[in-house]
């Protein structure tokens, strides 16, 4: 669990109890949380914590957002691949950054567009400053300058995830990505809000 907020750890009981596994999370989200995930074996992590899992390592590292505490993971294969998540962060820190260039996939919140967020008129004020935030979530504008900034050679592939169904749509991202990086079009990836993205299929090379 990365963090306290529902859409990031409802069916985690019931899942834990089904299958008999551990929930990893942080003790400030599981004292946010406790009641509601019910019985079940809890694991306590810190940022920087790095755990096995068969073989997969994956590390901790904090986000920006506006909870008790709120993780992205950097998930290694022993001799393999490497995928970053990262989601719910106003901001990209330089601890944060260090653990995105190092993997081969990089999973990235793209939460809003702008001008979308700014013309949705059943979000207030107070709302939109939340999201807005440097403790809120990435904009389009932010994943993609993080992008530009760093380069994107090293990167198999990049899948913008977290899309608000309401303040942004997969063609938007799509278009300001390939405006960006015209000639790596194939890289790019939106993650569905219901349905698996296979990865493996969406691979060319």
Request: aromatic fraction near 10%.
């Amino acid at each position: 669990m990365s963090h306290e907020h529902s859409d990031h750890w409802k069916g985690a009981g019931p899942i834990s109890r089904y299958a008999k596994c551990p929930i990893y999370m942080s003790e400030l989200s599981y004292e946010e949380k406790k009641h509601q995930i019910g019985r079940c074996e809890i694991k306590f992590v810190n940022s920087g914590d790095e755990i096995r899992i068969n073989d997969l390592v994956i590390k901790h590292f904090s986000t920006k957002h506006d909870t008790k505490n709120s993780f992205g993971y950097l998930i290694t294969e022993d001799d393999g691949p490497s995928f970053a998540y990262v989601t719910d962060t106003g901001m990209i820190t330089p601890l944060m950054a260090n653990y995105m260039l190092k993997a081969d996939v990089l999973l990235l919140e793209a939460d809003y567009d702008d001008k979308l967020l700014d013309d949705y008129e059943e979000y207030d004020d107070w709302l939109k400053a939340r999201i807005m935030s440097s403790t809120g979530h990435l904009s389009n504008t932010q994943s993609i300058e993080f992008l530009v900034e760093h380069g994107i050679n090293n990167y198999k592939k990049v899948i913008f995830a977290h899309l608000s169904p309401r303040t942004n749509t997969p063609d938007t991202i799509i278009k300001m990505a390939s405006s960006a990086f015209p000639d790596d079009n194939e890289k790019f990836l939106t993650a569905p809000l219901t349905d698996a993205l296979d990865i493996i299929k969406n691979q060319k090379d």
